[in-house]
C-alpha cells in the first residue's frame, strides 16, 4: 500500500469535502476558478490563495501572497499588512511550510485538517508490510517485524525496533534525517548531488561507480557503454556522449538524480512508465535505444544529435531565429506532436532545449528529446518537490493547467509550451513578464501572454496568429490538436 496524504474540510463553507493523493500532485485554495478546494464568496480568500504540493508521504505549504496569510496550527504565514497594495508585497518570496500529519491549516472560516496514512513496515529492515500480514507481523501496537526478520531474531541481538540506518550511496554519510525517516531506499545526499553536477564528469563516475551495487531486473548494462564528455547538464541531471561497444555507434546518455530515496518498487513502476515513450518512432522524435537504473541514478541512451539544442544553436550564433529558419522547424515539431499525442504519450516539457538539430541532407532538421521523461520523473515523485521547489527556469515555458492541473497534462499544453519555445526563439523574450523582482508562480497563475508583434513587429501576421491563438490562456480557444495548429502554420506561410 503506498502512502497517501489526505485533506479533509473540517469546517467552514465546504465542510465534509476531502482530498485524497497518492502521488506527486498540486492543490490549490482560493475564489478562482481552477482551485480544487474553491470559495467564490469568501471575502477573506484570495484568488489563488495558497498551494498544497503533495509527494507522499511529504507535503508543503505554500501561501501565494495572499491578503490575509494562511494559518497552520494557529500561526499565520504569509499575508499583507492593512495598507499594503499587492504591488508592494511582489518583491517578496511567499512563506512556505512543511507539514505532517495532524497539522490543521486555517483560512477564514475554512479548517483543513492534514492526515498522512503511511504502510506499515519491519522496524529492522524497512521492507514494507502487506496489509494481509499486519496481524501475523505485529509484536505490539504500531511495531512489526517481517518473517525474514523474525526468522533472524534467535541470532541477532539487536532490538526488533531498530531501524537500519540510511546512508548515502556515493559518500556513505548517515542520511536518516535528510531522507526522511518515512521513506527507505537509495539515496545520494544533497551534498554530492550539488558536488556531481558541479563537475562535468561527476555523474558519469557515479554511475560507473555503482554498477552493481543494486542489481534487480531493472539495473542497466552500464558496462556496454564507454562514456565520454558532458555535453549538457541540468537541475535534475547531464548528458553525455557515449560509444556503444557493440556496434561502434556514437549515442547520447542522459543520468539523472532522483531527489528522494528511491526503492525498487518506484524504481520499476517510472521505468515502466516510460516504456510507452520509448516506443515512439518518428523522425522528428530523438530516438531512445536504452534505460535503466542503479539506485537513485537513472540513465537514458538515445540517438546523438550533433546540431546540439535550439537554446545551444542561440547562443553559438548570439542572435534569434528568423521566420524563415523557425517556421520550418516548428511545423517539423508540431508533426512529431501529432505522433506522439496519437498514441497517448504528452511531452510535458518543451523548451529550446529540448529541441535537438540534426543534419539531413545538408539542412537542419528538429528533433524532439526527453518524451516522458520529465513527466513521469515528477509524477513518480523522484524529482521531489517541484511546484514549491523553487528551481529555475520550472515555470517559463508552461502553462497555466500544468500548474493548476498537474497529474492531468493534455496535449493542448504541449502545444502552449511548443509556441512558448517558438516565440522565444523568434522574439528573443518569453511570453509572460517573468522578473527578478516578481513570484514565477504568481506570473503563470495571474498573467496573460504578450501577443508576440509586440514584441517584434516584422513577424508575419499569419505566423503571429497562430503563435498567439496556441498560447491562449482558454483551453478551449486554443488549437485542438498538433494537427490542426500545423495546417494552421502552413497556411500562414
Known amino acids: 500500500m503506498p502512502a ?48 498544497v504540493e503533495v509527494n507522499p508521504p511529504d507535503i508543503r505549504l505554500r501561501d501565494l501572497g495572499s491578503l490575509n496569510g494562511t494559518h497552520v496550527n494557529g500561526v499565520r504565514y504569509g499575508g499583507r499588512a492593512p ?45 514494507e508490510i502487506p496489509l494481509s500480514d499486519t496481524a501475523a507481523t505485529q509484536r505490539r501496537p504500531g511495531e512489526f517485524v517481517c518473517h525474514r526478520c523474525r526468522g533472524e531474531l534467535s541470532t541477532d541481538d539487536r532490538p526488533a525496533t531498530q531501524v537500519e540506518v540510511a546512508r548515502c550511496d556515493h559518500c556513505g554519510k548517515d542520511v536518516t534525517a535528510e531522507a526522511g525517516a518515512r521513506r527507505r531506499g537509495a539515496y545520494i545526499c544533497e551534498e554530492c548531488r550539488t558536488d556531481l553536477l558541479a563537475v562535468p564528469a561527476g555523474l558519469k563516475l557515479l554511475l560507473q561507480q555503482t554498477a552493481g551495487k543494486h542489481s534487480g531486473p531493472v539495473a542497466p548494462n552500464v558496462g556496454g557503454y ?36 528511491v526503492d525498487e518498487r518506484a524504481r520499476e513502476r517510472f521505468l515502466r512508465e516510460i516504456a510507452i515513450a520509448e516506443e515512439l518512432r518518428h523522425p522528428h522524435i530523438v530516438s531512445s535505444l536504452d534505460s535503466g537504473a542503479e ?31 523557425a517556421v520550418p522547424l516548428m511545423a517539423q515539431c508540431l508533426g512529431a506532436l501529432e505522433h506522439a499525442h496519437g498514441r497517448q504519450v504528452v511531452h ?87 522578473s527578478h523582482e516578481r513570484d514565477p508562480m504568481d506570473v503563470v497563475l495571474h498573467e496573460e501572454p504578450v501577443p508576440i508583434r509586440r514584441r517584434v513587429a516584422h513577424i508575419p501576421s499569419g505566423i503571429a496568429d497562430v503563435i498567439d491563438r496556441a498560447l491562449l490562456v482558454e483551453i478551449a480557444a486554443r488549437y485542438e490538436s498538433a494537427a490542426e495548429m500545423r495546417e494552421a502554420l502552413v497556411r500562414a506561410i
Open 4 to 51: 497517501k496524504v489526505i485533506l479533509e474540510v473540517v469546517s467552514g463553507a465546504i465542510q465534509g469535502k476531502s482530498f485524497a493523493f497518492e502521488s506527486h500532485d498540486t492543490f490549490f485554495f482560493g475564489r478562482h476558478s481552477d482551485c480544487q478546494a474553491r470559495l467564490p464568496k469568501d471575502h477573506l480568500v484570495s484568488r489563488h490563495h495558497f498551494i
Open 83 to 127: 495598507d499594503e497594495l499587492p504591488a508592494d508585497a511582489l518583491g517578496r518570496p511567499f512563506p512556505q511550510i512543511d507539514l505532517k500529519h495532524g497539522d490543521r491549516i486555517t483560512v477564514g472560516n475554512t479548517t483543513i485538517q492534514v492526515r498522512v496514512e503511511l504502510p506499515s513496515v519491519c522496524g529492522r529492515c524497512s521492507a
Open 226 to 261: 564507454e562514456i565520454g564528455e558532458q555535453l549538457g547538464k541540468g537541475g535534475f541531471g547531464a548528458v553525455y556522449r557515449a560509444i556503444r561497444k557493440s556496434d561502434g555507434r556514437a549515442v547520447a546518455i542522459k543520468v539523472m538524480l532522483a531527489k528522494i530515496a
Open 295 to 325: 539506485g537513485a541514478t537513472f540513465y537514458f541512451a538515445m540517438e546523438l544529435c550533433e546540431g546540439g539544442s535550439l537554446a545551444d544553436w542561440v547562443r553559438r550564433q548570439g542572435k534569434m531565429l528568423s521566420p524563415q529558419l
Open 348 to 434: 510535458r516539457d518543451l523548451k529550446p532545449s529540448n529541441v535537438l538539430l540534426m543534419a539531413s541532407s545538408g539542412v537542419q532538421v528538429a528533433k524532439l528529446a526527453d518524451f516522458g521523461l520529465a513527466k513521469n520523473f515528477e509524477r513518480a515523485g523522484l524529482s521531489g518537490m517541484t511546484a514549491t521547489g523553487g528551481y529555475a527556469g520550472t515555470f517559463q515555458f508552461m502553462p497555466r493547467e500544468q500548474l493548476t492541473e498537474f497529474k492531468y497534462t493534455r496535449p493542448t499544453s504541449d502545444l502552449w509550451s511548443i509556441a512558448a519555445t517558438f516565440y522565444y526563439l523568434l522574439a528573443g523574450r518569453l511570453p509572460l513578464e517573468f
